[in-house]
Each structure stands twice: as structure tokens, then as C-alpha cells.
């Protein structure tokens, strides 16, 4: 039961370098999202893809790109690393409820460890 | 005014005790209240869901929800130290409606001392 897998776990860039984090889920789930956590921010979202073929900005989408591959897979890319990026990033998929689109428990992968120098 | 609101805590709590964590949110509209727990260094997991006002319970968490003053709460009875962690507020708020984006508080850290 793999869930949601992230890779790479961690990872340290220079600025300005580039780099995409990879989410693959196996739940069959619609949605995908991609969030970073700080230290006293709490998880906010950066881009998110209610299902296969769409995307849509979150709350702090600047210096992020996203692809939705497939249904499986929700790739996040950095075209140009900046320290203010060194963060947690977190993959996490959900599908409804009971046919409730408001009721969708995520799911989270175990994160990638970013730090940019 | 943030809109998911948790005290940040520590919440230290002695173990066999009842842990109380609140949250508060800002859009009555809210449908869907969950609370994830989240060990240092690991990933948020999902431990109560509640939708509608009144208490759910599962196992040693109780859920408890009340819409008209906006606010949702946890209890974590009989404490154990293997509950220390931090526990996420996070609401599905129906101002942001794309039906499935949730909102998260900054998180409550709780301590449970042996």
C-alpha cells in the first residue's frame, strides 16, 4: 500500500538551479495537491489539480510550475531556485466522499526536504 | 483575522490527562472539518473528520462541531506520551469553494508528559 510517494526525499540546490519534485498516488484519486510548510506558516498551498487535465494556482503559486501527467502522477517544478524556496514540500491526493466534493480527507506523501543555498 | 485560527501551544498535558485543542474558522458556510496529526519531521495523517454540529468519537478523540459559533474541537482523552505532536486544524471554507481545497490552521503542538 504505497499511498503517495515523493521523490526525492531531500534535496539541496543552489540558486537559480531548476529541479521538479515528482508525486505519484495509487488510490485512483481525482485530486492532487502540492504544498510547502514553514516553521510558524503552517501547510499552504502552492497549486493544486482537481482532476486529470487541470490546474489552478493556490495560495502562494509565484516561482512554481505544475504538470499533471496522468491521474497517477502531479509534478512540481522550480525553473529558477531561490533561497525563500528552501522549505517542506508536500504531495497529497483526495476524491470525495459519498459524492460530496466538500468532503475529501487529503492524503499526504512523506514530503521533500528542499534546501536552496 | 486568519482565516483557520489554532493556539500554537505547547499544550503540555500530563499523561492519562484530556487534551483540548480549538480551532476557529472565519466562513459559516464551512462544510467539512478535518483535524491531522503530525508527528516531527513526518508527514500530516488524518485522524477525525466531522461534518455536521455535535460530538463524533473514535476511539480516544472526540470531534466536536459547532457551526454557529464557528469553531471546532478535539479531545484527546487518557493521554499518552506517543500523542505528542502537532494537530492541524483544516476546513474545507466555502468562500474558497472549488469544492475540495482546504485551509489549515498553523497547528496546535501538544506535549504529554510522562
Known amino acids: 500500500n504505497a499511498g503517495v510517494t515523493q521523490t526525492p526525499k531531500f534535496q539541496v540546490l543552489k540558486t537559480g538551479q531548476s529541479m521538479t519534485l515528482q508525486c505519484a498516488q495509487d488510490m485512483n484519486h481525482n485530486s492532487m495537491y502540492w504544498y510547502r510548510q514553514d516553521p510558524g506558516m503552517g501547510l499552504r498551498l502552492i497549486y493544486y489539480s482537481a482532476s486529470e487535465g487541470t490546474t489552478d494556482k493556490g495560495e502562494v503559486p509565484n516561482g512554481y510550475n505544475v504538470s499533471r501527467l496522468n491521474k497517477r502522477e502531479f509534478s512540481l517544478r522550480l525553473e529558477s531556485a531561490a533561497p525563500s524556496q528552501t522549505s517542506v514540500y508536500f504531495c497529497a491526493s483526495s ?9 475529501q480527507p487529503q492524503h499526504f506523501g512523506d514530503g521533500t526536504r528542499l534546501s536552496i543555498l | 483575522q486568519k482565516e483557520v485560527e489554532q493556539n500554537s501551544g505547547p ?14 474558522y472565519s466562513d459559516r458556510g464551512s462544510q467539512s472539518f478535518f483535524w491531522y496529526r503530525q508527528y516531527s519531521g513526518k508527514s ?12 463524533k468519537e473514535d476511539g480516544r478523540f472526540t470531534a466536536q462541531l459547532n457551526k454557529a459559533s464557528q469553531y471546532v474541537s478535539l479531545l484527546i482523552r487518557d493521554s499518552q506520551p506517543s ?4 494537530y492541524l486544524c483544516a476546513v474545507n471554507l466555502l ?20
Open chain 1, 95 to 103: 476524491v470525495p466522499q459519498h459524492r460530496d466534493p466538500s468532503n
Open chain 2, 11 to 24: 499544550l503540555s498535558v500530563p499523561e492519562g490527562a484530556i487534551a483540548s485543542l480549538n480551532c476557529t
Open chain 2, 95 to 114: 468562500i474558497k469553494a472549488a469544492g475540495n481545497k482546504l485551509t489549515f490552521g498553523g497547528g496546535t503542538r501538544v506535549l504529554v508528559k510522562p
Open chain 2, 83 to 86: 500523542d505528542s505532536a502537532t
Open chain 2, 44 to 55: 500530516p495523517e488524518l485522524i477525525m473528520s466531522i461534518y455536521s454540529n455535535g460530538d
